[in-house]
């Protein structure tokens, strides 16, 4: 069994390298994409949102979850805390770990209008995706001796996204009228787009974790996810010091 999984067809290699360049294509896409646009507003769902007024329960579901599901920096510290886990209890405990996170400081920040600099939490953000490379990568274990608790820094990291979001649905710049319900429906929608992604995520790497090229080339695909959060960092930063 090793050498045949060592030695795949000619059609299996061929597919391998397929799967990765699809991967890393996307990847790149998202993150040049994402650097271009800097995670902002729409201006049209903003100058929508600042025209209504009352409780638009779909309309907000619909900004939640377009939110996510368009969010690369959320996406890819989704990616990096399912790309060894296999079992869907353990996907569920982690993904529900960030979604009770990010949900938990999102209503919190919006709701008595607490906001952190945009890009500072964006860069913290940008942060966390290269924490998740590296963590996947084993290199805590290696450069400190022991593994830091990963459910945790998944919570935490959560707090940091929901802040992230709430910087966002603040600059919506939302009427008081019908608050509290629409940043529900947000959240409800963010959830939604959450599984979307995590759909997508999954199906993909269903099919990818067959391969013998994941294997081979899960070091390169975390090193690149790393380097996508380090030019998120370095992105965000300069954006500050400009600003």
């Known amino acids: 069994m090793i050498q045949a999984f060592t030695e795949p067809a000619h059609g299996r290699r061929a597919s391998s390298r397929l799967l990765l360049l699809l991967f890393l294509t996307g990847l790149s896409l998202v993150l040049w994409t994402g650097t271009a646009f800097a995670h902002a507003v729409a201006e049209g769902d903003k100058g929508y949102i600042q025209e209504i ?3 638009h329960l779909l309309e907000f579901m619909y900004l939640g979850a377009k939110h996510m599901v368009t969010g690369y920096d959320h996406i890819l510290f989704l990616f990096g805390i399912i790309f060894f886990l296999y079992r869907m209890k353990h996907i569920a405990i982690y993904v529900s770990l960030f979604a009770i996170g990010h949900s938990t400081t999102m209503l919190l920040g919006v709701f008595f209008d607490f906001g952190i600099n945009s890009y ?20 805590f274990q290696r450069w400190f001796g022991f593994q830091p608790n990963t459910k945790a820094a998944t919570l935490i990291f959560g707090f940091c ?41 999954l199906i993909i790497m269903g099919f990818w974790r067959r391969t013998p090229s994941f294997w081979r080339h899960a070091y390169t695909a975390n090193v690149v996810m ?13 954006g500050w010091v400009v600003a």
């Open 161 to 201: 996204h929901g802040f992230g979001l709430a910087n966002k649905i603040i600059d919506y710049e939302i009427s008081p009228d019908g608050l509290l319900p629409n940043l529900l429906a947000f959240n409800v929608g963010v959830e939604l787009g959450q599984l979307l992604a995590l759909a997508a995520i």
């Open 120 to 139: 500072i939490i964006d860069a913290i953000i940008g942060f966390s995706i290269v924490y998740k490379a590296l963590d996947n990568l084993g290199a």
């Open 53 to 55: 007024s009352g409780v």
């Open 226 to 238: 790393m380097t996508a959060g380090f030019v998120l960092i370095g992105y965000q930063l300069t």
